[in-house]
T-cell receptor, first 113, second 112 residues
Framework: NAGVTQTPKFRVLKTGQSMTLLCAQD?????MYWYRQDPGMGLRLIHY???????AKGEVPDGYNVSRLKKQNFLLGLESAAPSQTSVYFC????????????FGSGTRLTVV | EDQVTQSPEALRLQEGESSSLNCSYT??????LFWYRQDPGKGPEFLFT???AGEEKEKERLKATLTKKESFLHITAPKPEDSATYLC?????????????FGAGTRLTVKP
């Protein structure tokens, strides 16, 4: 039972570089989310998807883009990394609009220098 | 705007010393209140969902309760393996995207 898998687990980028974080889930969940977690702050929603081919902005979308070409995958892109994007990124998935808990991945620790 | 405030930020207990964690929330209607456990270097793990005031849920040494303004996570006779950060999140009825608003968490340390 893999659940939600995130790659890579760690990454160091230089300011201005780009990268893509990959999230894959094997639970046939419709909804997928990207959050960032910073010290002293709650998890904040970056972007989300309610189904294959759909994406929408969350609370802190600036500087990020996403794509969901396949139901099981949700990609988060940073086009031009900035030090303010140093954070731990979590992907999560869930069933539809019912109040189910989310299943989270183990996170990607990103440092932008 | 929906707000979730957790207290205390950190809590240190001796093994067997019971205590409670608080989650205060303001939301325009509540569809659900969620508790998660997060171990260092890992993603949050779902524990409970509470839907209405007066509801209680239990799992091993943990019991979650809900009022109209706050939720408590009671930890009875904790063990060192209960050490983790506990996160609270709320979901409003208009959250069509199923989105949750998270608190910053309470970091619990249980000493043997």
């Amino acid at each position: 039972n893999a659940g939600v898998t995130q790659t890579p687990k760690f990454r160091v980028l230089k300011t201005g570089q780009s990268m893509t974080l990959l999230c894959a889930q094997d639970m046939n969940h419709e909804y997928m989310y990207w959050y960032r977690q910073d010290p002293g702050m709650g998890l904040r929603l970056i972007h989300y998807s309610v189904g294959e081919g759909t994406t929408a902005k969350g609370e802190v979308p600036d500087g990020y883009n996403v794509s969901r070409l396949k139901k099981q995958n949700f990609l988060l892109g940073l086009e031009s990394a900035a030090p303010s994007q140093t954070s731990v990124y979590f992907c999560a998935s869930s069933y539809g609009r019912q109040s189910y808990g989310y299943t989270f991945g183990s996170g990607t620790r990103l440092t932008v220098v | 705007e929906d707000q979730v405030t957790q207290s205390p930020e950190a809590l240190r207990l001796q093994e067997g010393e019971s205590s409670s964690l608080n989650c205060s929330y303001t939301v325009s209607g509540l569809r659900g209140l969620f508790w998660y456990r997060q171990d260092p270097g890992k993603g949050p793990e779902f524990l409970f969902t509470l839907y209405s005031a007066g509801e209680e849920k239990e799992k091993e040494r943990l019991k979650a309760t809900l009022t109209k303004k706050e939720s408590f996570l009671h930890i009875t006779a904790p063990k060192p393996e209960d050490s983790a950060t506990y996160l609270c999140a709320v979901q409003a009825p208009l959250s069509l995207n199923n989105d949750m608003r998270f608190g910053a968490g309470t970091r619990l340390t249980v000493k043997p």
